[in-house]
């Protein structure tokens, strides 16, 4: 009975596990056997395929340019870019001569009043500046004093501009000149200031003017040479897919749209072939005429310069919009294919901020106009995220929209950081700008010292999506970037204090000494003068060292420190000691409730901190310092002795001597957990940088 019952239990029990396996091979439906539609592909596994596809190319020009060796030695193709550069420096220029005529039209008296120059402005410069009218000795030192002819003069194209119009006023318009010498800048100045409705400038008669005097600059020998070919040859256009990502498409399930973001056709390759149609033996470059002086180089040359024309003809003709309409065909068929829905509409956002940052990048510099620009953009920007987010209507769309553009926004900060921002030492940054109107006028007055302490208070707890977008999450980057310019400030030895009001008689005002930048808000009453002038505050000066956090933190520097074994090594013996030398690669710190261990930083102090904050200058050379409970050491000559009688006077505050043993406390932290990890700790790391090497799905931004 109880065998029979036994059977019977595991013949039961066979069935169910027979049922669970078909359920489970059911469930799987290995490929689609028992039919249903294929789900989507994961976003991470469609990016993955796409890049492996390389390039996309959806529109091709076939043309056919003349280039000559003139052509390739003026650079023609330039002349958009010259037209500009000229027409913005004439106008600077005209700009500058109307404010000095304006300043003409006061009376005397006003003149002197409004009179205010850097430095020492003694009677006879009053008078040459102030009083005298306008003439050949005196304009472009009047031109200096009143406006900003230090830049003006600095224009690419100022000494072309003003050597053309010179040579208009003298008649001799089929004349060239090399450079004007100061007599000839000063008589056109005059002149042009004499004559302001003058008919002499013709942007392209410069233009013209302009590669007719680049061409006759040549050596007799390269001008003496002819060559000129016949290139025929492709063009071809579309799209990239290795730098594509996640966060640079985006689909709308209920309007079955697929939108790109930062993601847009160029051009791809542009050749001309030794033989353009082998087939019926149509060669892909001719040449028309040539002379016995021209060379294999020039050759190239003019090869290189007829493939630079036959671009531009095809941008002309319009090959990147072509790319877009034949691409947004094909990228909604490729799609459809990999994401197993149907794509009815491709959309591109062509956004300004990705425009925005080409334009600014094509110089690899960046000034403070164009970062100013570029900030007041990006809060726009966040301005149309914000609304998208908030919208009560197609939610799920409109955040997916959000995210992209959120996305794009980090993908042209991170770009921009790769550049040099004005004369500063940093890669642009968060702070630049601000550093950068700090400083310019050369004084911080209250104002600016009040906003200095409030980013100095925001920057470890800057929870604006503005700062989390320049930060990139990371949490000590802005603090750190904030120091460097604090410092540099500090360097630069500018003066802090603030503006107060003051009253002169008008016969006292005009005898003052005045700075321009030092004096502001001035008025006139009956028979005196108000205004506010800056005084300098010298106790501010060690306030602003109080402001700067004593740590250097660079992202990619940080993580080399962790990974590097060698980094920090620790002695334990510390009485066998006797001298640490003196290596500008490595410090040691002794904590003294561990006096035993010795904690060797193979990094210098001055990568991880500012030397110059912790120790006053007369004290700078020291060797250590005791910082709390702990002893910095640079070196020694006496490692025992110096144990025992370390120098104890350091100026950081409380709160900075806190920031800088936490921030060796991490450092030494993670480098410690990071080479004491586990087998399985060590194989799982191992296997996810494989995994991301290969597949390279990773996103690259982070997420707002």
Same mark, same amino acid.
């Given at each position: 009975?109880?065998?029979?019952?036994?059977?019977?239990?595991?013949?039961?029990?066979?069935?169910?596990?027979?049922?669970?396996?078909?359920?489970?091979?059911?469930?799987?439906?290995?490929?689609?056997? %028992?039919?249903?539609?294929?789900?989507?592909?994961?976003?991470?596994? =469609? =990016?993955?395929?796409?890049?492996?596809?390389?390039?996309?190319?959806?529109?091709?020009?076939?043309?056919?340019?003349?280039?000559?060796?003139?052509?390739?030695?003026?650079?023609?193709?330039?002349?958009?870019?010259?037209?500009?550069?000229?027409?913005?420096?004439?106008?600077?220029?005209?700009?500058?001569?109307?404010?000095?005529?304006? %300043?003409?039209?006061?009376?005397?008296?006003?003149?002197?009043?409004?009179?205010?120059?850097?430095?020492?402005?003694?009677?006879?410069?009053?008078?040459?500046?102030?009083?005298?009218?306008?003439?050949?000795?005196?304009?472009?030192?009047?031109?200096?004093?009143?406006?900003?002819?230090?830049?003006?003069?600095?224009?690419?194209?100022?000494?072309?501009?003003?050597?053309?119009?010179?040579?208009?006023?003298?008649?001799?318009?089929?004349?060239?000149?090399?450079?004007?010498?100061?007599?000839?800048?000063?008589?056109?100045?005059?002149?042009?200031?004499?004559?302001?409705?003058?008919?002499?400038?013709?942007?392209?008669?410069?233009?013209?003017?302009?590669?007719?005097?680049?061409?006759?600059?040549?050596?007799?020998?390269?001008?003496?040479?002819?060559?000129?070919?016949?290139?025929?040859?492709?063009?071809?256009?579309?799209?990239?897919?290795?730098?594509?990502?996640?966060?640079?498409?985006?689909?709308?399930?209920?309007?079955?749209?697929?939108?790109?973001?930062?993601?847009?056709?160029?051009?791809?390759?542009?050749?001309?072939?030794?033989?353009?149609?082998?087939?019926?033996?149509?060669?892909?470059?001719?040449?028309?005429?040539?002379?016995?002086?021209?060379?294999?180089?020039?050759?190239?040359?003019?090869?290189?310069?007829?493939?630079?024309?036959?671009?531009?003809?095809?941008?002309?003709?319009?090959?990147?919009?072509?790319?877009?309409?034949?691409?947004?065909?094909?990228?909604?068929?490729?799609?459809?294919?990999?994401?197993?829905?149907?794509?009815?509409?491709?959309?591109?956002?062509?956004?300004?901020?990705?425009?925005?940052?080409?334009?600014?990048?094509?110089?690899?510099?960046?000034?403070?106009?164009?970062?100013?620009?570029?900030?007041?953009?990006?809060?726009?920007?966040?301005?149309?995220?914000?609304?998208?987010?908030?919208?009560?209507?197609?939610?799920?769309?409109?955040?997916?929209?959000?995210?992209?553009?959120?996305?794009?926004?980090?993908?042209?900060?991170?770009?921009?950081?790769?550049?040099?921002?004005?004369?500063?030492?940093?890669?642009?940054?968060?702070?630049?700008?601000?550093?950068?109107?700090?400083?310019?006028?050369? =004084?911080?007055?209250?104002?600016?010292?009040?906003?200095?302490?409030?980013?100095?208070?925001?920057?470890?707890?800057?929870?604006?999506?503005?700062?989390?977008?320049?930060?990139?999450?990371?949490?000590?980057?802005?603090?750190?970037?904030?120091?460097?310019?604090?410092?540099?400030?500090?360097?630069?030895?500018?003066?802090?204090?603030? %503006?107060?009001?003051?009253?002169?008689?008008?016969?006292?005002?005009?005898?003052?000494?005045?700075?321009?930048?030092?004096?502001?808000?001035?008025?006139?009453?009956?028979?005196?003068?108000?205004?506010?002038?800056?005084?300098?505050?010298?106790?501010?000066?060690?306030?602003?060292?109080?402001?700067?956090?004593?740590?250097?933190?660079?992202?990619?520097?940080?993580?080399?420190? /962790?990974?590097?074994?060698?980094?920090?090594?620790?002695?334990?013996?510390?009485?066998?000691?006797?001298?640490?030398?003196?290596?500008?690669?490595?410090?040691?710190?002794?904590?003294?409730?561990?006096?035993?261990?010795?904690?060797?930083?193979?990094?210098?102090?001055?990568?991880?901190?500012?030397?110059?904050?912790?120790?006053?200058?007369?004290?700078?050379?020291?060797?250590?310092?005791? /910082?709390?409970?702990? /002893?910095?050491?640079?070196?020694?000559?006496?490692?025992?002795?110096?144990?025992?009688?370390?120098?104890?006077?350091?100026?950081?505050?409380?709160?900075?001597?806190?920031?800088?043993?936490?921030?060796?406390?991490?450092?030494?932290?993670?480098?410690?957990?990071?080479?004491?990890?586990?087998?399985?700790?060590?194989?799982?790391?191992?296997?996810?940088?494989?995994?991301?090497?290969?597949?390279?799905?990773?996103?690259? %931004?982070?997420?707002?």
């Amino acid at each position: 009975m109880i065998r029979q019952l036994f059977n019977s239990v595991r013949f039961v029990l066979e069935i169910l596990l027979v049922i669970l396996v078909v359920g489970l091979v059911y469930w799987w439906n290995p490929m689609n056997i %028992f039919g249903g539609k294929p789900g989507i592909e994961s976003t991470a596994n =469609i =990016i993955s395929e796409v890049r492996e596809m390389g390039e996309l190319i959806t529109a091709e020009y076939y043309g056919e340019v003349v280039a000559s060796i003139d052509e390739a030695q003026m650079d023609l193709l330039q002349e958009p870019e010259i037209r500009e550069q000229a027409a913005l420096t004439y106008d600077e220029i005209r700009l500058e001569l109307d404010n000095l005529r304006s %300043f003409h039209d006061l009376s005397p008296d006003n003149r002197i009043e409004l009179g205010i120059e850097p430095g020492d402005l003694n009677k006879r410069k009053r008078r040459k500046l102030l009083l005298d009218q306008v003439g050949r000795k005196n304009i472009l030192e009047k031109l200096y004093f009143l406006g900003e002819w230090e830049q003006t003069s600095q224009l690419q194209l100022y000494e072309e501009v003003l050597a053309f119009l010179f040579l208009q006023f003298q008649g001799e318009a089929n004349s060239s000149v090399d450079q004007l010498n100061d007599r000839e800048i000063r008589q056109i100045l005059l002149a042009w200031y004499e004559n302001p409705l003058n008919s002499w400038w013709n942007v392209d008669a410069f233009v013209t003017s302009f590669f007719e005097n680049r061409l006759a600059s040549l050596s007799r020998r390269e001008a003496k040479k002819k060559l000129a070919m016949i290139g025929r040859g492709t063009v071809k256009a579309g799209f990239d897919f290795k730098g594509m990502s996640e966060s640079m498409y985006h689909f709308d399930e209920e309007l079955s749209e697929l939108h790109f973001f930062g993601f847009a056709p160029q051009i791809l390759n542009a050749d001309i072939n030794p033989w353009f149609i082998p087939e019926k033996g149509i060669p892909g470059f001719d040449i028309l005429t040539y002379n016995g002086k021209v060379d294999f180089n020039d050759s190239k040359k003019v090869k290189s310069y007829a493939v630079q024309k036959l671009t531009t003809n095809a941008r002309n003709a319009g090959i990147i919009e072509q790319a877009e309409i034949h691409g947004g065909e094909t990228l909604r068929r490729l799609f459809s294919l990999l994401t197993g829905k149907e794509i009815k509409r491709v959309v591109f956002h062509h956004d300004e901020i990705i425009q925005l940052t080409q334009d600014i990048i094509n110089d690899y510099y960046i000034s403070y106009e164009e970062a100013s620009h570029f900030e007041n953009t990006i809060e726009n920007e966040l301005l149309v995220i914000d609304s998208l987010r908030n919208a009560s209507e197609d939610r799920y769309n409109n955040r997916n929209l959000a995210t992209n553009k959120w996305n794009t926004l980090l993908g042209m900060v991170r770009k921009m950081q790769e550049f040099e921002f004005e004369s500063e030492e940093l890669p642009y940054h968060y702070y630049s700008t601000f550093w950068y109107r700090i400083s310019r006028d050369s =004084i911080i007055d209250q104002s600016e010292w009040i906003a200095l302490k409030k980013q100095a208070q925001d920057s470890f707890h800057k929870d604006s999506e503005t700062s989390s977008i320049w930060a990139l999450q990371d949490s000590l980057l802005l603090p750190s970037q904030f120091s460097a310019g604090a410092l540099a400030l500090y360097q630069k030895d500018i003066p802090i204090g603030e %503006f107060l009001l003051d009253t002169l008689s008008i016969e006292a005002w005009k005898s003052k000494e005045k700075e321009r930048a030092k004096i502001k808000n001035i008025s006139y009453r009956e028979d005196e003068v108000v205004y506010e002038e800056f005084w300098p505050q010298n106790s501010k000066r060690d306030s602003l060292l109080q402001l700067i956090f004593p740590i250097k933190y660079m992202p990619d520097t940080w993580e080399s420190w /962790i990974i590097s074994e060698s980094s920090i090594t620790t002695l334990n013996n510390n009485d066998t000691v006797r001298t640490l030398p003196s290596n500008t690669t490595s410090f040691w710190i002794v904590d003294q409730n561990q006096p035993d261990t010795l904690f060797q930083f193979n990094m210098s102090l001055e990568e991880i901190s500012y030397p110059e904050i912790i120790l006053p200058d007369s004290l700078n050379s020291l060797q250590n310092v005791v /910082i709390d409970d702990w /002893i910095f050491f640079r070196s020694s000559q006496d490692f025992q002795q110096d144990m025992a009688n370390p120098n104890q006077k350091h100026r950081l505050s409380d709160y900075q001597v806190d920031l800088l043993k936490t921030f060796l406390e991490q450092l030494y932290t993670q480098h410690h957990s990071y080479h004491n990890r586990d087998f399985l700790t060590r194989a799982k790391s191992w296997f996810a940088e494989k995994w991301e090497s290969k597949s390279g799905i990773t996103d690259e %931004f982070p997420s707002p």
